[in-house]
């Protein structure tokens, strides 16, 4: 159970003063909807109205904040004239314009002879001083009603700065004082104050460099979100790791036989992480091991290969991927192959019912079939295997860690590979998997044609069309990617259909319209008639981005690329990377063009290294735009930023390998407190693995 120090930053943000139904949902889209997450909302500006000088000494546009003297009202004239009120200091008059207001507020506000303190934006009207709408006027008896640093922070329509600034200090005002879950020798080192202080400091800048994600007070809040993420993974993998595992070790016939059947030699790439794999899978512990390669490296044969190890010894193997199509495609090239040597292999989906999923079933209990692709539906409750001891999950990052354990749980002993195509800087391995063991593909196989990549403006998109259908017309096949619209899903759909039905009327061969909103079996129909060839051009939202493999597709159009992110730019890129054919991708950008924009696209047009992209992405965006859940489904850090706070990864790793280590079950008072800091994080499901024992 969640300690109740934490019940105040868990309750709703409708138990706020002053937030009702409307502003509720405002914040719920702006940050969340608890009160932590109206906390973890850092600004991003301030406003400093402290201002020491003379009226006469101030500039255009200047934010001027002083003491002045009211010495004559103007009524307006008409209703469009605005209501000026003079006002002077030692130095110079000012005008104070205030357009659709009643003089008898104003007179009242600012009699004539009155001393008051005012704040607000100068602009300098042919010679004269001018001020429209002060900020603040406040009696120069009581300055303190004037706030001389205003904290400013990123906001949405509806919200104004003044309204989220009062939320965020009435949250502040209800936090408790957390037990110290940092080493006292590190807060020492890094400067630290406590968890409170450090909020409250980062919520009150006092000047603009106090902003920076290096501040002591930002760091500390860093270092413990870090901390709770590789806490949890800790837990996790010494849960794994405890467990004495089975040692699997066959002759390797049937990977000979394969290998004899297999049109192609391996690359040394594949054979290195397959002998890793192997390796760990002989030594009687359980082994957690990530396969990282990039698209169309190879990472299916080594899957193959390394569950012919647990076949041959007499178990069953399992791989799981995360779509239907996916499980699909895995079928039909797995299955080919077993089909060859003899190992019997079936596919279970959601979509696959009654009397076949009894059947498949029953085949599984009684060991019948070796081999099993599916999707999660693999880990049901009814799916029992007769002895399971190899799991492959495939583009993990769509999975959390929670299907991770469920899975490992399922079988006997289990040995689990995760297998990923999305590169990943080793900083981010780091955060996503903890130290987890890994082997790397970084050779593509040989005579792999490379991708002309050639970036364009939309203006050009008629010539582009054009092109295209000459291609189509040759027998080619496309992919048209449309664009991500930042709002919502229902956008991202509207634009996909929009663009389907202009191209279906432009084009004479036949086109395609594939969506994450259709339903499984609708989305498999499509991409049937698109592998057989009835569909010529498959315009797409980003749904085909993972694993895809249809190899007649050589052309690629991705409209308006500079709104997608590097990473699955090259993921895209790598469904049309997959034969021996030439291929090319269209990258078509709209205007503004960001800097950063430029040079994303940039890069995709200079390497295909998906290595160097991921890099190159975290430099130019922080880890947590890489892995924003958008795009990926990964840990979506609140307070730290991977592209700056990347040495505090390191020695949180390096902590809470050492608490694990010399307090497994986090019992020590510094373990109880940093159980408070996972719930904290929400990464309390670690914890709970305790209890699943
Ligand atoms: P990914 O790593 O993206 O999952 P796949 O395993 O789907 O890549 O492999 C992509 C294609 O490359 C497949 O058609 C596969 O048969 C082929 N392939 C795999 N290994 C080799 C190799 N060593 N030489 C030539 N082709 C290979
Ligand atoms: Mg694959």
């Not at 003079?86 to 001393?115: A, C, H, M, R, Y």
């Not at 002998?275 to 091991?289: K, T």
């Not at 008629?462 to 027998?475: N, S, V, W």
Request: hydrophobic content about 40%.
């Amino acid at each position: 159970m969640r300690p109740s120090i934490l019940n105040p930053l868990f309750a709703p943000i409708n138990t706020l003063n002053g937030v009702g139904s409307r502003f509720e949902a405002l914040l719920k889209n702006l940050c969340g909807s608890k009160i932590a997450d109206l906390l973890w909302h850092l600004p991003s500006g301030i406003i400093d109205r402290r201002c020491n000088i003379p009226l006469r000494a101030a500039q255009n546009g200047q934010l001027w904040t002083g003491k002045v003297r009211v010495v004559e009202h103007i009524t307006p004239h008409t209703r469009k004239q605005p209501y000026r009120v003079v006002v002077e200091d030692n130095s110079e008059q000012l005008i104070l314009i205030f357009f659709k207001t009643f003089g008898d507020n104003l007179s009242k506000q600012l009699p004539i002879g009155s001393e008051k303190i005012i704040s607000g934006k100068i602009e300098i009207f042919n010679r004269s001083l001018q001020m429209a709408h002060p900020d603040y006027i406040v009696d120069s008896a009581f300055p303190e009603r004037m706030p001389l640093i205003e904290t400013v922070y990123p906001l949405t329509a509806g919200i104004t700065n003044k309204m989220l600034n009062k939320q965020i200090s009435q949250a502040l005002q209800n936090l408790p004082d957390f037990p110290e879950w940092l080493d006292e020798r590190l807060i020492k080192q890094e400067k630290f104050s406590s968890f409170k202080q450090s909020l409250w400091q980062a919520h009150h800048p006092q000047k603009f460099d106090d902003l920076s994600p290096d501040t002591p007070s930002r760091c500390r809040l860093a270092y413990d979100e870090l901390l709770a993420n590789q806490l949890s993974l800790a837990i996790v993998r010494q849960r794994l790791k405890k467990q004495k595992g089975r040692s699997l070790s066959a002759a390797g016939n049937l990977k000979q036989k394969l290998l004899q059947n297999l049109p192609f030699d391996l690359t040394s790439a594949q054979k290195r992480a397959i002998a890793e794999i192997e390796n760990d899978m002989q030594s009687d512990y359980r082994m957690l091991r990530l396969l990282q390669g990039d698209v169309g490296s190879g990472k299916t044969i080594v899957a193959l290969i390394t569950m012919l190890n647990a076949v041959e010894c007499g178990c069953q193997a399992a791989i799981m991927a995360p779509t239907e199509i996916l499980a699909q495609q895995h079928y039909e090239s797995i299955s080919v192959l077993c089909e060859k040597i003899g190992v019997k292999t079936a596919l279970l989906t959601g979509s696959i019912k009654g009397k076949s999923r009894k059947q498949l079933l029953e085949n599984l209990a009684d060991g019948n079939i070796r081999i099993l692709i599916g999707t999660h539906a693999l880990f049901t409750e009814d799916v029992t295997f007769k002895d399971l001891a190899y799991i492959i999950v495939d583009e993990q990052h769509r999975f959390g860690v929670k299907q991770r354990l469920s899975l490992s749980q399922k079988g006997n002993l289990c040995d689990v590979l995760v297998m990923t195509a999305t590169p990943i800087p080793r900083t981010l391995v780091l955060t996503q998997y903890g130290d987890m063991e890994y082997s790397k593909i970084d050779e593509l196989p040989a005579g792999r044609k490379p991708v002309t990549t050639t970036v364009m403006p939309l203006t050009k998109i008629h010539d582009m069309i054009a092109a295209l259908e000459r291609r189509l017309k040759d027998g080619t096949q496309a992919y048209w990617v449309c664009p991500l619209v930042e709002e919502s899903e229902k956008t991202d759909l509207s634009a996909a259909t929009e663009r389907f039905e202009s191209l279906q009327k432009m084009l004479t061969s036949s086109v395609g319209l594939i969506h994450g909103k259709m339903k499984e079996s609708d989305k498999n129909a499509v991409m049937e008639e698109f592998k057989n060839g009835k569909i010529r051009l498959l315009v797409s939202t980003t749904v085909i981005e993972v694993g895809v493999n249809v190899p007649a597709a050589t052309i690629m159009i991705v409209e308006h690329a500079e709104r997608f992110g590097l990473t699955q730019l090259h993921q895209l890129r790598g469904r049309i990377k997959r034969g021996n054919q030439a291929s090319s991708c269209i990258l078509m950008y709209g205007y503004p063009l960001s800097e950063i924009a430029r040079q994303r696209l940039n890069t995709m047009k200079q390497t295909e290294d998906g290595f160097v992209i991921a890099e190159e992405d975290l430099k130019l965006r922080g880890g947590g735009e890489i892995l924003g859940t958008r795009q990926s489904g990964f840990n979506n850090f609140r307070l730290a930023d991977l592209s700056i706070h990347a040495n505090l990864l390191q020695i949180a790793y390096k902590d809470a390998a050492m608490t694990i280590n010399n307090d497994p079950e986090l019992q020590s008072e510094r373990g109880q407190n940093l159980r408070t800091l996972l719930y904290l994080f929400e990464q309390d499901e670690a914890i709970r693995t305790y209890k699943a024992g």
